[in-house]
């Protein structure tokens, strides 16, 4: 092993903080525009898990949203969905490539490519554990908005952060999310990055031998996006229990009740089923387009698409 080797160096451009700081700022663009542009998905989603006999399903779902509160009720929670989610994908992404640069050098040139998958795992677990920071007052503002009955809680944006404030001794803001908040991010984001590169990885090995950088970019990125969908629906699988966890915290029924008495009364099934097939449809669909815009952005900067052999 050569004492020079450096993870650094070894994509197309130096990982510098240039790059870092470009990566963060691809990570705010791939998860805020995707996060808040499916927002009348997640507004169905969270109301199926908190009221499911009245929400049955997504398109029944939406049609009683739109009958009850109109077009704004399938838009509710739009601000902290958009700033939550850009703060969070810029911790995301940006903190991935500084931790997997981090451990690889940590654990050498040999170590580190006979065990990738650690190191995509160990850099997707610790960039998430800084990124829910970031996110969890937001997430728990955007699920009150979203699951309060119409007319019993602030909608705008910034009446929404002043009445969580408020009520924080009830509401535990604005952290007392984070514990489910990370027991359903932190799986998802290392389900999301390590079968993204695997996915990848086998798709340079089998269907596109060729050195990655012998193919158009309009190719990359196409592996880009169907890698990124893939890994999309086996996350929304792994987290899903703890997202329909984190939806029955926001609903004034549970308040003052632990995180244990909710997911004993609900039942582990009802957690892990209830508003899945919505959540494989939005989760699938946001990663594959989070990861497309997040490797577009890094190709027009020059520093190449994500992955390979």
């Known amino acids: 092993m050569s004492a020079k080797w450096d993870a650094r160096y070894l994509g197309p ?13 691809g990570g ?3 998860c805020g525009i995707t996060h808040a542009g499916i927002t009348p998905l997640d507004v169905t989603k969270c109301n199926m898990q908190v009221n499911p006999a009245k929400f049955t399903g997504l ?3 939406l049609k009683t949203l739109l009958r009850e509160e109109g077009s704004n009720g399938i838009w509710k929670g739009f601000g902290p969905t958009f700033v939550g989610y850009s703060l969070q994908g810029m911790f995301k992404y940006g903190l991935y490539e500084v931790f997997k640069d981090f451990y690889m050098n940590l654990a050498g040139e040999e170590i580190s490519e006979k065990y990738k998958g650690a190191i995509w795992l160990a850099g997707s677990a610790s960039a998430e554990a800084f990124a829910d920071v970031a996110l969890c007052p937001l997430e728990m503002t955007k699920v009150k908005i ?6 019993s809680f602030p909608t705008a944006f910034g009446a929404a952060l002043k009445e969580m404030s408020k009520q924080k001794v009830e509401t535990r803001y604005p952290f007392g999310s984070l514990v489910p908040l990370w027991s359903r991010q932190i799986p998802y984001t290392m389900a999301k990055f390590y079968f993204f590169e695997k996915t990848v990885q086998l798709f340079y090995t089998h269907v596109f031998p060729e050195p990655k950088d012998t193919y158009s970019k309009t190719t990359q990125l ?3 996006f169907a890698s990124g969908y893939i890994a999309g629906v086996v996350c929304a699988v792994v987290s899903h229990p703890a997202d329909s966890l984190v939806s029955q915290l926001g609903k004034a029924a549970n308040k003052g009740k632990s995180i244990g008495t909710i997911a004993s009364e609900v039942g582990f099934g009802t957690l892990a089923t209830k508003g899945l097939g919505t959540r494989v449809l939005m989760i699938g669909t946001l990663t594959g387009f989070q990861w497309w815009i997040y490797d ?4 027009t900067m020059g520093m190449g698409t994500t992955g390979g052999k």
């Open 146 to 151: 979203q699951t309060s009955p119409a007319g």
């Open 59 to 61: 398109g029944s779902g």
């Open 13 to 25: 451009v130096p990982h510098d903080a240039a790059y870092y700081s470009k990566c963060m700022l």
């Open 296 to 299: 577009t952005f890094k190709a």
């Open 28 to 30: 705010v663009l791939a």
């Open 222 to 224: 196409g592996v880009t």
